[in-house]
């Protein structure tokens, strides 16, 4: 069975920038979260879709975060316009039930 | 206060030893508690959930203290392929929300 997966896997822009980070979620499960660790930091929840909606946002950072999940399958996150202060892992994770399973990450540094 | 502590170490042991690695939380709500291992440049994987009765699978064992809000992992008899990063982690209330400590490392050696 294939995991999370994430997309790309680095991702290295200059401050201003736009840059979307993709998830495909393990096939089935209804529950997608997006969690962001920085820089010698603890590894923070962003949101959490249910289906294609979202059913809590209350981790995200500002207005320059926007994250989708069209039809319930894959999601987005884009970061726009990117500051340096956004450099960090993050993470997606999927389950249908209580166990999280999580990506391996996208590495983004902005400059 | 972070809502999550943990000693971040690094724990530095000899194979065979046994370590125990602890982590207190300030949510008296927290509804679930796990311990997470995560290597070097990896993504976070679950090891085991955290009961109140205390649970053990294998070498581990963990246990949760509601009372302190307190919880522990205890490896025993340690082996080289311990050595990683161990996350406490405690949902904050329905849908996982998941809420992470830094991490505790762990170093194992020969």
């Known amino acids: 069975e294939a995991g999370v997966t994430q997309f790309p896997s680095h991702s290295v822009i200059e401050k201003g920038q736009t840059v979307t980070l993709r998830c495909d979620p393990i096939s089935g499960h209804d529950n997608l979260y997006w969690y962001r660790r920085v820089m010698g930091k603890e590894i923070k929840f962003l949101l959490h879709?249910?289906?294609?909606?979202?059913?809590?946002e209350s981790g995200m950072p500002n207005n320059r975060f926007l994250a989708e999940r069209t039809g319930g399958t894959y999601s987005t996150l884009k970061v726009q316009p990117a500051e340096l202060e956004d450099s960090g892992v993050y993470f997606c994770?999927?389950?249908?039930?209580?166990?999280?399973?999580f990506g391996s990450g996208t590495q983004l540094s902005v400059l | 206060r972070k809502e999550v502590e943990q000693d971040p170490g690094p724990f530095n042991v000899p194979e065979g030893a046994t370590v125990a690695f602890n982590c207190t939380y300030s949510?008296?709500?927290?509804?679930?508690f796990f311990w997470y291992r995560q290597d070097c440049r990896k993504e976070p994987k679950l090891l085991m959930s955290?009961?109140?009765s205390g649970n053990e699978d294998g070498r581990f064992t963990a246990q949760l203290n509601r009372a302190s809000q307190y919880i522990s992992l205890l490896i025993r008899d340690s082996k080289l392929s311990d050595s990683a990063t161990y996350l406490c982690v405690v949902n904050d209330g329905g849908f996982q929300k998941l809420v992470f400590g830094t991490g505790t490392r762990l170093l194992v050696s020969p």
């Open positions: 955290v009961y109140s």
């Open positions: 949510n008296s709500a927290s509804q679930s």
């Open positions: 994770a999927s389950s249908h039930s209580e166990k999280l399973f």
């Open positions: 879709f249910v289906k294609e909606s979202k059913q809590d």
